[in-house]
T-cell receptor, first 111, second 113 residues
């Protein structure tokens, strides 16, 4: 089954404790992206990757890191999380100008 | 840079009536326009898309129209049902944009029984 998976689905952590949210897709897509979704603000892109070892900043990259060492995986790293990073995070993947498939989302709370 | 404006932000319609959501884009080179539906607590999912060589596309109760001259495209839902209640996002992209979608801010559609 074609899918995008994210882990964990829910995470409560404390300020400053490094965390990683994993994202994996099994569709051999070149493109992967991370979004955050906050009430009333829609989908805001954090980082994206056009292929292995190719990443670029989106609209709100501050406080986040990514890596793309393998085509199927695109982890999101928060090295020192802060309360303003409390949000719902979505990973997505696609081929050029085709449907973006979203993961189930990760709800992160930073206290 | 490219910008996509989406209106209205909230739309409330009576069950059975039609709903129309409109998006305006700024980059005249945009050539791909998808619509995503996000039900409460779920992930966004593509419901329909249109490319710039087509003016209208239909899929059962939903349709999308594109006016390239005016740079706007619209989502039409006919005979609305309770399961149409969701947030709808439009987006725009261009063939040389490295897969990037520029997203609208979303429209919350409420279907009143």
């Amino acid at each position: 089954e074609a899918q995008v998976t994210q882990n964990p689905r829910y995470l409560i952590t404390v300020t400053g404790k490094k965390l990683t949210v994993t994202c994996s897709q099994n569709m051999n897509h070149e493109y992967m992206s991370w979004y955050r979704q906050d009430p009333g603000l829609g989908l805001r892109q954090i980082y994206y990757s056009m292929n292995v070892e190719v990443t670029d900043k989106g609209d709100v990259p501050e406080g986040y890191k990514v890596s793309r060492k393998e085509k199927r995986n695109f982890p999101l790293i928060l090295e020192s999380p802060s309360p303003n990073q409390t949000s719902l995070y979505f990973c997505a993947s696609s081929s050029r100008l085709y449907e973006q498939y979203f993961g189930p989302g990760t709800r992160l709370t930073v206290t | 840079g490219e910008n996509v404006e989406q209106h209205p932000s909230t739309l409330s319609v009576q069950e059975g009536d039609s709903a129309v959501i409109k998006c305006t884009y700024s980059d005249s080179a945009s050539n791909y326009f998808p619509w995503y539906k996000q039900e409460l607590g779920k992930r966004p999912q593509l419901i329909i898309d249109i490319r710039s060589n087509v003016g209208e596309k239909k899929d059962q109760r939903i349709a999308v129209t594109l006016n390239k001259t005016a740079k706007h495209f619209s989502l039409h839902i006919t005979e609305t049902q309770p399961e149409d209640s969701a947030v709808y996002f439009c987006a725009a992209s261009r063939w040389d944009s490295n897969y990037q979608l520029i997203w609208g801010a979303g429209t919350k559609l409420i279907i009143k029984p």
